[in-house]
């Protein structure tokens, strides 16, 4: 009888356990923020978040698929040369923030035993840690793992530039487009006008 006593009581504390574990499992989701809404409470990545809102590339780090942003501060855009962005075709900017993103969640524990890592723009990150700091290109990682409801962030000191193509993939280095323009049949640049 002590023993149907002990087997009861064990069975209803194994039946509503899954419960408990779900309203858990739920109160955390409904508190946890995307990855742009976690940026904004940050409140140092208003370049950042204003960018992914100008691509429409925050709805898809809103979306329920998990990823991994390495997120440029304020300051790490300001140190770009000046006006590096301003240069940037709406094309040529998503090419850029998909560089700093990652299908899946990578926390830095994982992070730091990888020597690459594929991004949704194409190209690899070259990761790599020296005296416990993890970098990526040739920025640092400043701060890890901040959590997400869909991913994670780890805030850089620098912004990653992949190489990104022209409109005028035909031009050689040196050249401008009006030079590129300008040349007749016979291979002769056509003198500009003058003024």
């Known amino acids: 009888m002590k023993s ?13 356990a899954p419960a408990t574990f779900a309203q858990t499992t739920d109160a955390y989701e409904s508190d946890a923020q995307d990855l742009v809404a976690t940026l904004d ?3 140092n990545f208003t370049v950042l978040t204003s ?5 429409g590339l925050d709805d898809a ?3 329920g698929d ?6 440029p501060t304020d300051e790490a855009f300001q140190n770009l040369p000046v006006g590096t962005l301003e240069s940037l075709s709406l094309e040529q900017l998503t090419e850029v923030l998909r560089y700093h993103v990652l299908v899946g969640t990578v926390p830095s524990q994982d992070a730091v035993t990888l020597d ?3 991004t949704v723009q194409g190209s690899e990150l070259a990761l790599s840690t020296t005296d416990g700091v993890l970098s990526i290109n040739d920025a640092t990682v400043t701060t890890a793992d901040i959590e997400a409801s869909n991913g994670v962030i780890h805030v850089i000191d620098a912004v990653l530039m992949p190489e990104l193509e022209t409109k005028d993939e035909g031009m050689m280095e040196g050249e401008s487009a009006m030079e590129i ?15």
């Open 4 to 16: 149907l006593l002990s087997f009861a009581l064990l069975l209803a504390f194994v039946l509503a």
């Open 41 to 43: 409470a940050q409140g």
């Open 51 to 55: 960018a992914l809102r100008d691509t």
């Open 61 to 63: 780090l809103a979306s």
């Open 66 to 71: 998990t990823f991994t942003l390495f997120a």
């Open 116 to 118: 690459a890592a594929p």
């Open 181 to 195: 323009e300008d040349i007749e049949d016979d291979g002769e640049p056509t003198p500009a006008p003058q003024n």
